[in-house]
Nanobody
Framework: QVQLVESGGGLVQAGDSLRLSCAAS????????VAWFRQAPGEERVFVAAINWYGDRTDYGDSVKGRFTISRDNANNTVYLQMNSLKPEDTAVYFC??????????????????WGQGTQVTVSS
C-alpha cells in the first residue's frame, strides 16, 4: 500500500521559488500516477499538476502553467513540484495524491485513492 508524505512548504515572498516533495513508501509507487492539489482557506481543493508513472506526460492547472513543474524520481520514490514566480494567491495547503493509473480525469480528486497530509505554502506580498 502506498503512503505519501509531503514536505518543502514554508513562508516565502512573492516572486520566490519553492520545491515541494512527495515521498512515497511502497514498492509499486513507480507505477502510480501522482498529482498535486491545493486548498486555500475557505475554498475547495483544486488541481495543480499531475504526472504519469513514467514521467512523460504532465498536465497543469491553468493558474500555474508556465510557473510550476511536476517531475518524479522513481528510483527514490519521490515526486516534486517546482514552484517559481510564486504569488500570494498560491498560498494554500498542498497535497499530493496517487492512483494506480493516469485517468483521463486526472484533474479530479475522485480519481485518486492515496493522499498525503499536506504541506503549507504561504506567499507574502
Amino acid at each position: 500500500q502506498v503512503q505519501l508524505v509531503e514536505s518543502g512548504g514554508g513562508l516565502v515572498q512573492a516572486g520566490d521559488s519553492l520545491r515541494l516533495s512527495c515521498a512515497a513508501s511502497g514498492r509499486t509507487f513507480s507505477s502510480y500516477a501522482v498529482a498535486w492539489f491545493r486548498q486555500a482557506p475557505g475554498e475547495e481543493r483544486v488541481f495543480v499538476a499531475a504526472i504519469n508513472w513514467y514521467g512523460d506526460r504532465t498536465d497543469y492547472g491553468d493558474s500555474v502553467k508556465g510557473r510550476f513543474t511536476i517531475s518524479r524520481d522513481n528510483a527514490n520514490n519521490t515526486v516534486y513540484l517546482q514552484m517559481n514566480s510564486l504569488k500570494p494567491e498560491d498560498t494554500a495547503v498542498y497535497f499530493c495524491a496517487a492512483n494506480s493509473y493516469y485517468s483521463a480525469r486526472y484533474y479530479s480528486q475522485a480519481q485518486y485513492n492515496r493522499w498525503g497530509q499536506g504541506t503549507q505554502v504561504t506567499v507574502s506580498s
